[in-house]
C-alpha cells in the first residue's frame, strides 16, 4: 500500500476521542497512558521476504517491528509472532527456521515472543505484534521538529533497491552481506541515545522511504525542511543498481506521491531521486534535534557504534519541502 492509498484509507477511520491514547493514527504506534510515569506502546509490522535466507529473514522482519517503538523513545517488552506460510508449497522446516530467526533477534533487544498467530497464505509473511513501555512525559512524536533543527539519520538508504536486486540475482555476495548486516541492525542503541539528549521529533524510515516520512515529520505544515542530497548517506552498491533499473515498483508510488509537493534542485540527478524515495526495510531513525545538542548527540551515537550524519535542516517555511544538491 502506497502513502496516497493509506491517506484515503485513514480519511474513514473514526478519530480517536479516549484522552487515555495519546497518539493519532499517523503516528509511528498507538500509546495508551496507564499513569504519569508509564504508558504501553503497541505496534505491529510484518513482510514479505528481502532475503533468500529464513532466518536471516526472520531477523530482519523482528528488526522492522521493533523499529517503531524504539522511534518513540520507548523500550519493547513483548511481541506476538504473526505468520503467513504457504505450508502445502515449503515444508514446515522453513518456518521454523523463519520463527528462529525472530526469536533470537528479539531476544536481543530484551524482548520475550510469548505467542502468535499463523494462517495458511499464498506465499511466507513474518512479523510481530510489539508491545512496549516508555515515560509518556518522554515519548517522542513523529512531530514537533521546531525551524533550526538540525535532521539527523542514523542508517545509509538502499536497502529496497539491494532488495530488489537480491530477488532479481543482481546483488553480488559482498552487498548481500551488507545490507543484512543493515537491516538486522536494532535501533535500540540510537532510540537510548536520542532519549538521553533529547529530540524535537523522530521516526523510522520505512516503506515510504526518506521523503516520505520526512514529509510526515512537517505535520500539518507547521515546518519546512531542507534536505542535503550530497550529505545523504547511501550503502554501497546500491546507486549502481538503480542506474542499472534495479528499482522496486515502491519508489515510483513513492515519488509520484511526492511529484507534487516537493522542491528539487535542478541539477538533482534522478538516481538520486529514486534513491530518496527508495521504500527502506528496518530503515534508521530520522531524528529533529537542536543545533545546540547536535555534535552531542552525533558523539554519542557514533560512540555506541550508530553512523549518524546530518543531512538538513528545519526551516520556517511552512510545509515546504526543498531538496538541494549540497548544503
Known amino acids: 500500500m502506497g502513502p496516497a492509498d493509506l491517506e484515503r484509507v485513514l ?12 497518539t493519532n493514527l499517523r503516528d509511528d504506534a498507538a500509546v495508551l497512558r496507564l499513569s504519569e ?12 521476504p528481502v532475503v533468500n535466507d529464513p532466518y536471516v529473514f526472520g531477523q530482519v522482519a523482528a528488526a522492522n517491528a521493533l523499529s517503531d517503538v524504539y522511534a518513540m523513545g520507548g523500550r519493547p517488552v513483548m511481541a506476538l509472532n504473526l505468520v503467513g506460510f504457504p505450508n502445502q508449497s515449503l ?29 495458511a497464505d499464498n506465499a511466507p509473511k513474518y512479523g510481530l505484534a510489539v508491545t512496549g513501555t516508555v515515560d509518556p512525559r518522554r515519548l517522542v512524536r513523529r512531530t514537533g521538529a521546531r525551524p533550526g533543527d538540525l535532521l ?6 538502499g536497502t529496497g533497491a539491494i532488495t530488489t536486486g537480491i530477488d532479481r540475482q543482481m546483488a553480488e555476495p559482498g552487498l548481500v552481506d551488507r545490507v543484512v548486516r543493515i537491516m538486522t541492525a536494532l535501533n535500540d542503541k540510537a532510540a537510548a541515545v536520542m532519549t538521553r539528549v533529547g529530540v524535537h521529533a523522530c521516526t523510522d524510515v520505512t516503506g515510504f522511504g526518506l521523503l516520505g516520512h520526512l514529509r510526515e515529520m512537517l505535520g500539518g505544515g507547521e515546518v519546512g525542511v531542507r534536505l542535503w542530497a550530497s550529505r545523504v548517506p547511501v550503502i554501497e552498491g546500491a546507486s549502481a543498481l538503480i542506474e542499472a533499473g534495479v528499482v522496486p515498483a515502491g ?55 550508530v553512523p549518524a550524519a546530518v543531512i538538513g535542516v528545519f526551516t520556517s517555511e511552512k510545509g515546504r519541502l526543498q531538496v538541494t544538491g549540497r548544503e
Open 37 to 48: 510515569d508509564l504508558a504501553v506502546i503497541q505496534t505491529v509490522d510484518y513482510i514479505t
Open 91 to 119: 515444508p514446515l522446516s522453513v518456518l521454523e527456521t523463519i520463527l528462529k530467526g525472530g526469536a533470537n533477534k528479539a531476544a536481543e533487544a530484551g524482548v520475550t515472543i510469548a505467542g502468535g498467530h499463523s494462517i
Open 251 to 305: 519508489t515510483h508510488h513513492n515519488l509520484r506521491y511526492l511529484r507534487d509537493r516537493m522542491e528539487w534542485d535542478d541539477g538533482l540527478e534522478r538516481e538520486m531521486k529514486l534513491l530518496l524515495c527508495d521504500p527502506q526495510t528496518s530503515g534508521g531513525l530520522l531524528m529533529a534535534i537542536g543545533e545546540e545538542k547536535a555534535d552531542r548527540l552525533l558523539a554519542a551515537l557514533r560512540a555506541e557504534g
Open 11 to 22: 480519511k474513514v477511520l473514526p478519530s480517536i476521542s479516549d484522552p487515555r491514547i495519546l
Open 152 to 157: 539527523v539519520l542514523t542508517k545509509p538508504l
